[in-house]
């Protein structure tokens, strides 16, 4: 049996919410390859959400300069890769990738899901001496990201989340994709409900980080405004000291519910708990070419999805949700009045979704998708040797 080829992700940051996307991709090539992930620790471990998870993970601690360098030695001396697929353009894990290509010859592969530039960009309000000290002190800071922007072409294939960044950036684009899971047990979700004081209310539920650009004021703005009696919002994935957060409990009292970091294998009971899940995206930098990750989640559950026109969001619910030219509370109210007034087609929206999701979202279909990319970059550096 011919041995099988070593694929190593390198991420930036193994700490942080972008190891899902990272995690995604792991597991749609793992029945193909031997994969692993390399990254730098930003001080909390891996990610709380995969902590529990069989995903081979090894990570150094990032920090300044000093800290960044020996750290980075020590990942180039353990990487032992035919392939290395870097998780964003950014200097510790696209620059190490074209360092060791350097050193070893490794091909590397960048994946770009988000826009780096405009989410390492100091805020205007800094004064430059400010701005000088924070990119003498950070390895991952804008400069050294808008540098790894322009060695892109680089890259032995790219790829990419969105129409968007694949007119920007080229390459081919790999949407979110997850293994099909089991509908949640009623009795489970009841469970939950009761556990969650919730009862027989109307749930909205938002799964993920919540952030302005995100729409969650507008959310939860629009269900305070629905006149849907007892409705209530609930957030999965807070940390309990994130202050944003706590900024919209303090305002919201209890129409908002909140619930901690999950393992990704629960997330389907919590979406089970909803009668709709809103992605009210907003048309802002960070978001043009971003495609919410819970998005594949929403419609792989088959739960209505109330989203906003951003991005390729309406690509994917074309037929099969309700998609929002703007992400007033206005017109988002008006469309969850029409769920609640409408169960039973709004249910079948949900399932056409899910349908969709099958042919298209799941790790199966993205990892058709890769292997041709992938195997023909295997190819060249076999037939180099």
């Known amino acids: 049996m011919p041995k099988r080829a070593r694929i190593t992700f390198l991420s930036h940051n193994v700490s942080g919410n972008c190891m899902y996307r990272t995690a995604l991709l792991y597991r749609a090539l793992e029945p193909y390859f031997d994969v692993d992930i390399v990254g730098f620790d930003w001080g909390g471990g891996i990610w709380a959400p995969l902590r529990d998870e069989n995903l081979n993970i090894r990570h150094e601690p990032y ?13 180039l001396k353990s990487l032992r890769a035919d392939l290395v697929i870097a998780s964003k353009p950014r200097l510790p894990s696209f620059g190490l990738g074209l360092l060791n290509r350097l050193l070893h010859g490794t091909p590397v592969i960048v994946d770009n899901e988000d826009d780096e530039l405009a989410m390492t960009r100091p805020p205007n309000h800094i004064r430059l001496p400010q701005k000088i000290a924070f990119h003498l002190r950070n390895p991952d800071a ?39 899971k089991s509908a949640p047990a009623e009795d489970e979700v009841n ?35 629905s006149d849907i009696p007892g409705i209530r919002v609930v957030v999965v994935g807070v940390s309990p ?9 303090e305002r919201y009292g209890a129409l908002l519910v909140r619930i901690p970091p999950v393992p990704s294998t629960e997330v389907p009971s919590y979406l089970a708990l909803g ?4 992605l009210a995206q907003q048309a802002s930098e960070e978001s043009m070419g ?20 951003v991005s390729d969001i309406p690509l994917y619910l074309d037929g099969c949700g309700i998609v929002l030219d703007t992400a007033s509370p206005e017109a988002i109210a008006k469309a969850l009045r029409w769920v609640h007034a409408h169960p039973a087609d709004a249910g ?32 060249r550096r076999n037939n180099s040797n």
Not at 275 to 278: A, L, S
């Open 63 to 75: 920090g300044s300069w000093p800290v960044f360098v020996k750290s980075s030695w020590r990942i």
């Open 241 to 249: 000291d994130d202050a944003y957060t706590n900024g919209l409990s």
């Open 290 to 309: 971003q495609m919410p990750a819970k998005l594949t989640d929403a419609m792989l559950s088959g739960i209505p999805i109330i989203a906003t026109r």
């Open 275 to 278: 009668n709709v899940t809103v």
């Open 142 to 180: 804008h400069l050294p990201t808008l540098l790894l922007h322009r060695l892109l072409q680089r890259a032995d294939q790219v790829f990419v989340v969105s129409t968007y960044f694949q007119k920007i950036h080229g390459g081919t684009i790999v949407p979110h994709g997850l293994p099909p």
């Open 191 to 225: 469970r939950l409900r009761m556990e969650l004081g919730l009862g027989d209310a109307f749930v909205v539920v938002f799964v993920g980080t919540p952030r302005a650009h995100k729409g969650i004021v507008e959310t939860l703005d629009a269900a305070a405004a």
């Open 348 to 379: 079948a929206l949900g399932k056409l979704g899910q349908a969709q999701a099958h042919e298209r979202l799941t790790d199966a279909a993205i990892a058709r998708i890769m292997l041709p990319r992938v195997n023909q970059v295997l190819d």
